[in-house]
């Protein structure tokens, strides 16, 4: 099976809607977190995950999406598997999980033995198991209509969790977000959407105070295994706190083959 390249208006929608789930997570400020990427697919948010600092663990029904994230280098650990039939970690594994897009899927009967609420049930249960309590879950995702929603959010709370959904932007036909921001603790406030002011007011300041942004859009124009990419690969996982060798003049550099 052949992948259709992802473009690059793809990757920033998927950057932005990570983005936004690690800050509904808040997590601890200066400190690595352990989390869970549900349906990883390409690894995509991934890849935003690893920039933050935090180590991940992502899970994904389809092998040709796992192959995709292995040949792009993700950084984080790969497993196959269906979420519908729960998570496989060990209690208290996952210090906060998110999930782009996927959640909805479990809504879906491909076959007769496959019953929507069981296997969201399923999923929820096992993973307030696999959070440390007191962690968030958030869940990105497209609801077809109310009922399905409804589905999801009982099946959430029959598992032990609380929280509710967040709706950003909720005015706009395109540019309007479900997140399902779960607590596997005690119930705190829910945090509130996003606006049309309120991300115009974020954009105008970005351009003076973001530095992230700049940083991504170069590490895209670097060439995969140049040297300039292997450089700030090292220099990431330093951050994360792994032990790298240091770098030398021959870090880079292409080996000749062997005879």
Same mark, same amino acid.
């Given at each position: 099976m052949v992948l259709p390249k992802t473009s690059s208006r793809m990757i920033d929608i998927q950057t932005k809607m990570t983005?936004?789930?690690?800050? =509904?997570? !808040?997590?601890?400020?200066?400190? %690595?977190?352990?989390?869970?990427? #549900?349906? !990883?697919?390409?690894?995509?948010?991934? *890849?935003?995950?690893?920039?933050?600092?935090?180590?991940?663990?992502?899970? *994904? #029904?389809? %092998?040709?999406?796992?192959? &995709?994230?292995?040949?792009?280098? +993700?950084?984080?650990?790969?497993?196959?598997?269906?979420m519908g039939q729960g998570v496989p970690f060990r209690p208290g594994s996952f210090d906060g999980c998110i999930s782009i897009s996927a959640v909805q899927w479990l809504c879906n009967a491909n076959k007769k033995s496959d019953v929507p609420a069981r296997r969201l049930y399923c999923f929820f249960s096992s993973l307030y198991s696999a959070l440390v309590r007191g962690a968030r879950a958030v869940l990105q995702l497209y609801p077809e209509n109310s009922e399905q929603l409804e589905l999801i959010t009982t099946q959430a709370t029959r598992a032990g969790f609380t929280g509710g959904v967040v709706v950003d932007f909720p005015n706009s036909a395109k540019a309007k /977000?479900?997140?399902? !921001? =779960?607590?596997?603790? %005690?119930? +705190?406030? =829910?945090?509130?959407?996003?606006?049309?002011?309120? *991300? &115009?007011?974020? &954009?105008?300041?970005?351009?003076?105070?973001?530095?992230?942004?700049?940083? /991504? /859009?170069?590490?895209?124009?670097?060439v995969k295994k140049s040297r300039e990419w292997v450089l700030e690969k090292k220099e990431r996982r330093r951050r994360q706190g792994k032990e790298v060798r240091p770098d030398t003049q021959y870090t880079g550099r292409k080996r000749k083959p062997r005879f």
């Open positions: 983005e936004r789930a690690l800050e =509904l997570l !808040c997590l601890p400020e200066g400190q %690595p977190s352990y989390l869970l990427d #549900i349906g !990883c697919g390409s690894g995509l948010s991934g *890849d935003y995950i690893s920039e933050e600092g935090h180590y991940w663990v992502g899970i *994904d #029904i389809s %092998p040709a999406m796992l192959d &995709a994230a292995l040949d792009r280098d +993700t950084e984080g650990d790969l497993l196959l598997g269906d /977000k479900f997140y399902l !921001c =779960l607590f596997s603790g %005690p119930s +705190t406030s =829910l945090p509130k959407g996003l606006t049309e002011s309120q *991300d &115009a007011d974020q &954009a105008s300041e970005s351009m003076f105070t973001s530095e992230r942004a700049p940083h /991504k /859009k170069a590490r895209r124009d670097l």
